[in-house]
């Protein structure tokens, strides 16, 4: 690999942002921060006289926090409650409580109705008030590299689950296959997969199905983790 090549990489990496539990310890999933980011913003769009600013989604607790059923990617955040923090800009046709109330109710609703992110706090911080109301901005959707399937197994199983629109490979590869020492003399053989899921799905309900069919894809009843990178 080229310098200019894994310069390009790394860059990309980083803009995946943090990679969020996904649902609860047992689920194996989770989702870089970026995906669910663009869940939430599409979300507040459907508000008038609001502008959302900056939006960062991590841990409410680092020590509240449980072990993973599977081995997580590179980095992840550990299971655990979420908080989200939010700037916002907003007219002054609503009370600005009011206003507040809507865009922590939108806020929390996407990310647990519509992806399964177990948000417990919504911190907000009002920046500016509007005169008038805000232009749409346009959305940062994320578009990691895309892998085709191939003769994978895997991959075939993981694309063969409703919801899923594609393979990702924002981590190096979409099928990540290696053997991990376990508790017996045998190794055990651990798939890491990484997927876009259409948004109109949940994306937790897709990446469980995602770890169902994987699993039955390989003899051994392997662990699987499944890495969301794009939800739409």
Same mark, same amino acid.
């Given at each position: 690999?080229?310098?200019? %090549?894994? /310069?390009?990489?790394?860059?990309?990496?980083?803009?995946?942002?943090?990679?969020?539990?996904?649902g609860g310890a047992h689920?194996? +999933?989770?989702? /870089?921060?970026? /995906?669910?980011?663009?869940?939430?913003?599409?979300?507040?769009?459907?508000?008038?006289?609001?502008?959302?600013?900056?939006?960062?989604?991590?841990?409410?607790?680092?020590?509240?926090?449980?072990?993973?059923?599977?081995?997580?990617?590179?980095?992840?955040?550990? $299971?655990?409650?979420?908080?989200?923090?939010?700037?916002?800009?907003?007219?002054?046709?609503?009370?600005?409580?009011?206003?507040?109330?809507?865009?922590?109710? *939108?806020?929390?609703? +996407?990310?647990?109705?519509?992806?399964?992110?177990?948000?417990?706090?919504?911190?907000?911080?009002?920046?500016?008030?509007?005169?008038?109301?805000?232009?749409?901005?346009?959305?940062?959707?994320?578009?990691?590299?895309?892998?085709? *399937?191939?003769?994978?197994?895997?991959?075939?199983?993981?694309?063969?689950?409703?919801?899923?629109?594609?393979?990702?490979?924002?981590?190096?590869?979409?099928?990540?296959?290696?053997?991990?020492?376990?508790?017996?003399?045998?190794? %055990?053989?651990?798939?890491?997969?990484? !997927?876009?899921?259409?948004a109109e799905r949940r994306?937790?309900? !897709?990446?469980?199905? !995602? %770890?169902?069919?994987?699993?039955? /894809?390989?003899?051994?009843? $392997?662990?699987?983790?499944?890495?969301?990178?794009?939800?739409?």
């Amino acid at each position: 690999m080229t310098a200019d %090549r894994w /310069a390009g990489r790394v860059r990309h990496q980083l803009g995946l942002g943090r990679l969020l539990p996904l649902g609860g310890a047992h689920d194996g +999933a989770w989702i /870089a921060e970026q /995906a669910a980011e663009a869940v939430l913003r599409r979300a507040v769009r459907e508000l008038s006289g609001v502008r959302l600013d900056g939006l960062r989604i991590a841990l409410a607790d680092p020590e509240d926090v449980h072990d993973p059923a599977v081995p997580p990617p590179p980095s992840a955040l550990p $299971p655990g409650p979420l908080r989200v923090t939010a700037e916002f800009a907003a007219t002054a046709d609503e009370p600005l409580p009011a206003t507040a109330a809507l865009l922590r109710a *939108a806020l929390a609703t +996407a990310a647990t109705e519509r992806l399964g992110l177990t948000v417990t706090e919504v911190d907000l911080r009002v920046t500016s008030l509007l005169d008038e109301e805000p232009e749409a901005a346009p959305l940062r959707q994320p578009e990691p590299a895309s892998a085709g *399937a191939g003769d994978d197994p895997v991959a075939g199983a993981a694309l063969s689950v409703p919801g899923v629109i594609g393979l990702t490979a924002a981590l190096g590869r979409a099928v990540q296959v290696e053997e991990r020492q376990g508790g017996t003399a045998l190794p %055990r053989r651990h798939v890491r997969v990484e !997927v876009a899921v259409d948004a109109e799905r949940r994306a937790v309900e !897709v990446a469980r199905a !995602v %770890r169902r069919e994987v699993g039955k /894809a390989l003899p051994g009843r $392997p662990t699987v983790a499944v890495l969301v990178t794009v939800v739409g």
